[in-house]
């Protein structure tokens, strides 16, 4: 939603152009046309993205067509190609690294916005700041190290033992997997969410706080029932952000998630997802149709970014209150 | 603002500003296995002569590929060019394309299994069945007759291969290929191919962390990396017979077996080779050099990197790991290098 | 104190302490990352890492002076490319657009914010580098740079929009054209939050390996120009950091190290310089 333009339009044609370079010579519609130029950029090099990928994908598309999706085979030497495991590894990971990011980050982000003095708030997000620089391929090194021995020796038997009956928590702990790749990557995307959050909540007028306040409402009431929806439109736009860099990240996942084709219902088992099966296999793809299957994989990134963030909006809004505040798709 | 568009400007001149350069700039890439041996070589030429040859690891397939599209200048490589791809940088290219065989190096099998701490010897119908999934545990006959007096435990054997396409796994699946038919119909040889079952790391390091990490697992990777980790790894027996452990030696001893059926360009496998201790998984790395440079200063310093390489430059490939070439393969070579133009 | 204020209140400590314990969690996995990383990499930090070119293997010494400079190159195009299109497209979404036009260009961001990066890099490798036959700096920047521009976009279009109409009605009040007051009034209100996004993007790209290795390769020496291949830090981390020698793992981490650095100097200098003279109320 634009704030309104002051100009008033022109009734015929002859006199639409004429006011169209008077507006011209005024400043303001030369600045909403090359504002606009920008703009339409992102839309194109989007779109130039997408032409590039179909172009590329040409060979799989025309030999396998809607099978790619529903297959589950990867043999590059006989040459015949599926996605459903990478699509299942890429969404699985990114669902676990969203239950446990969204919740802390939003917490810490409240925290920090509403509880914490300002000298003790405004360092700790410069530290925060600071973690979304780390190479992904450190992180991927730190999940090797570090969180895989804990998986295996610790948390991996602890769920097992307390929450085994769930055929989340079964088979075999080797440590890698779709659980530990979703610690990893919440490690990675938790920053997103909290930098921006926070900022969001703080943008939020006092006068929004106090009015609640006034009313009788205790901190949390205030905080949860008020500012947060105030903030709302920010905050998901920061899981979204969150849910981007979930899906499309290569390095720390592949390091992690053992680098296997399957389809399970445990959390424990090794997996695949498309990111890390394109960095893995890209450079080395010998054969056309290896190639090509790998850009019709990024392919199929996209359309699941696609699908995910179509309904990602049509929740908000469903879920939006009118009048509150910043209310837009 | 106009202050830090000011800055902006001069930083930018600044970037932009040619350092004194007056030596030449090569650029390659190629394979990460003999990374190490190949800077170590690109520096020293560099120290002697000024030339500036600028080497990325990014894999063999990669510099196959970059090679072919001319983006770089020289490519390299643990797996041979096969005949399409030769093929297609001919007809990228107007002219053909050259190997030149560097080092040797070896794929070995490493292995965590607990309580064992010493070298395994491996057969190859065990190798061929632990990776096809049909030997599933550690004291099955196919392992432990091999290793008696060995205490295996009967544990599942936890398969570990590589993620990425690499080189390694190319000369690993060639050897497999050749002492098993049921892996080359089922999986057949390449840098990727659709593992029976496993875990996939990612770079030889990747497959080394992750076996350290996980017990009863059992992986392969170069040679170098399982010495400079200290990561066990087992004999393998080779085709007459005996059980060899990777060594210079033996794998030097492998080259030698194949130069009598060298072929005039250089493409030949060497895995299972024949000589009483040969080490049955080497492989030469090759240099993939153009038949025509467009810069003739460029076609010179490589030439002359080339002929420094095969012959002073050896003396650095033991102390990293690597195995020298046999003398008739460097004389070969040396002819070879005339070829380019 | 009737019973259910009391109730409401112990839900108000209790969820207040839990968002307490959220932070205590968050910071202190991420302070440990960064712990882990001193004191892994401080070790190998020494003049020489910032001034001497990479040696062997096998070689103590040396350092990662180009790499430095690579990045710092890399990161300085790319936030000239994807900065200006983010920012400005955001102003046009928040301040001149249609509903539809706005719904359109933010789908397009979120879209290409999901684009796994190396999808990118083949992209700028496709257009960049295969036309010209060689790898360079400019394809690594364009690459990176279309990564920033997504969050820019996204963040500048939401803090504009933040800003309270009444600011901008009382610039126009007092006859200021709509550029101007975009530009003096509300930019200048919403700038905390931009320059927080637009110092989230930089910090993203700086650690971004995969486009690079499509687009600016990597170079053992100095990279004259923009044209030609360019070292960079997270390069030399993944090359360094999946190779067997330990040397060149102590070297890994102190380039992450460095790279942390770099990317704090340009978050203190930004935050410096573009302060100076603006005074925002923390509503």
Known sequence: MATSSINVPSASPVAGSRSFLSKLRNGDEIARLITFLFAATVVLITVGLVVELWIGSALPRHKFGFSFFVTSVWDPIAEQFGALPFIYGTLVTAGVALFLAVPLGIGAAIFLAELAPQKLSDPLQFFIDLLAAVPSVIYGLLGLFIVIPMMRQWIQPALKNTLGFLPLFQGPAYGVGFFTAGIVLAIMVIPYIISVSREVLLSVPRDQREAALALGSTRWESTWKVVVPFAKTGIMGSIFLALARALGETMAVTMVIGNTPTISSSLFSPGYSIAAVIANEFTEATGDMHLSALIELGLVLFLLTFILNGLARLLMLLTTQRGSGMGHA | ?341 | ?283
């Open chain 3, 1 to 283: 104190m009737n019973a259910r204020l009391r109730w409401r209140k112990l839900v108000s400590g209790f969820m207040l302490t839990m968002t307490g314990v959220c932070a205590l969690v968050a910071v202190s996995v991420l302070f440990f990352i960064l712990g882990y990383f001193v004191y892994n990499g401080g070790m190998s930090i020494n003049w020489d890492f910032f001034t001497k070119l990479p040696t062997q293997v096998g070689e103590t010494g040396g350092g990662m002076a180009n790499a430095i400079v690579g990045s710092a190159k890399l990161l300085l195009l790319a936030s000239l490319i994807g900065v200006p299109i983010g920012f400005f497209g955001g102003i046009y979404l928040a301040e001149f657009s249609s509903t539809k036009v706005a719904f359109v260009v933010r789908y397009a961001a979120d879209l290409l914010n999901g684009v796994p990066s190396i999808v990118i890099g083949i992209f700028a490798y496709a257009l960049l580098v295969l036309p010209f036959k060689h790898f360079s700096t400019i394809a690594g920047s364009f690459a990176l740079g279309i990564m920033m521009i997504p969050i820019t976009l996204r963040s500048t279009e939401e803090f504009l929009l933040g800003v309270p109409r009444a600011l901008r009605e009382g610039s126009m009040a007092l006859g200021a054209g709509k550029w101007t007051t975009i530009m003096r009034v509300v930019v200048p209100a919403a700038y905390r939050g931009i320059m927080t996004a637009i110092l989230l993007a930089l910090a993203r790209v700086a650690g971004e390996t995969a486009p690079l290795l499509f687009t600016a390769l990597g170079n053992h020496y100095w990279s004259p120009g923009w044209n030609q291949p360019t070292s960079s830090l997270p390069v030399m981390i993944f090359t360094y950091a999946l190779s067997p020698y330990e040397e060149w793992h102590r070297q890994a981490w102190a380039a992450g190290l460095v790279l942390l650095g770099l990317v704090l100097m340009v978050n203190i200098v930004a935050r410096v310089i573009l302060s100076r003279g603006v005074a925002v109320p923390r509503s």
């Open chain 2, 1 to 341: 603002m106009k202050r830090l568009a000011g800055m902006l400007l001069v930083v930018l001149a600044l970037g932009g500003m040619v350092w004194a350069q007056n030596a030449l700039l090569i650029n390659g890439a190629g394979a990460t296995f003999p990374n190490p041996i190949y800077s170590k070589w690109f520096d020293e030429f560099h120290k002697a002569n000024g030339t500036q040859i600028n080497y990325q690891p990014v894999g063999s397939g990669a510099g196959i590929k970059q090679v072919t599209e001319g983006t770089v200048d020289f490519g390299a490589t643990d797996g041979p060019m096969n005949d399409d791809q030769i093929k297609a940088y001919r007809t990228k290219n107007g002219a053909g394309i050259l190997h030149f065989p560097t080092v040797l190096g070896a794929v070995v099998p490493t292995y965590n299994v607990p309580g064992v701490n010493t070298a395994l010897n491996f057969t190859p119908e065990a190798l061929a069945g632990i990776f096809l999934g049909r030997i599933e545990r550690w004291n099955d006959p196919a392992i432990a007759n091999a290793n008696k007096g060995v205490n295996l435990p009967g544990n599942d054997i936890v398969v570990i291969h590589r993620s990425d396409g690499s080189g390694t796994t190319y000369i690993w699946t060639d050897y497999l290929s050749k002492v098993s038919g049921d892996w080359k119909d089922k999986v057949s040889k390449g840098t990727s191919v659709n593992w029976p079952k496993g875990l996939g790391g990612k770079g030889n390091e990747g497959v080394t962390g992750l076996i350290k990490q996980t017990p009863n697992s059992i992986g392969y990777v170069e040679l170098i990396y399982a010495a400079q980790n200290k990561v066990p790894y087992g004999s393998v027996k080779n085709s007459a017979g005996t059980f060899v452990k990777a060594d210079l030696a033996s794998v030097t001893e492998a080259a030698s077996g194949a130069v009598k059926t060298m072929p005039e360009d250089f493409r030949v496998s060497i895995t299972n080779a024949p000589g009483k201790n040969a080490y049955p998984i080497s492989s030469f790395t090759w240099l993939l050099i153009p038949e025509k440079f467009k810069d003739t200063g460029k076609r010179d310093a490589m030439k002359k990197f080339l002929n420094w390489a095969i012959t002073d430059g050896q003396g650095s490939a033991e102390n990293l790991s690597y195995a020298k070439l046999p003398k008739e393969v460097v004389d070969k070579e040396l002819k070879a290098i005339n070829r380019v133009q």
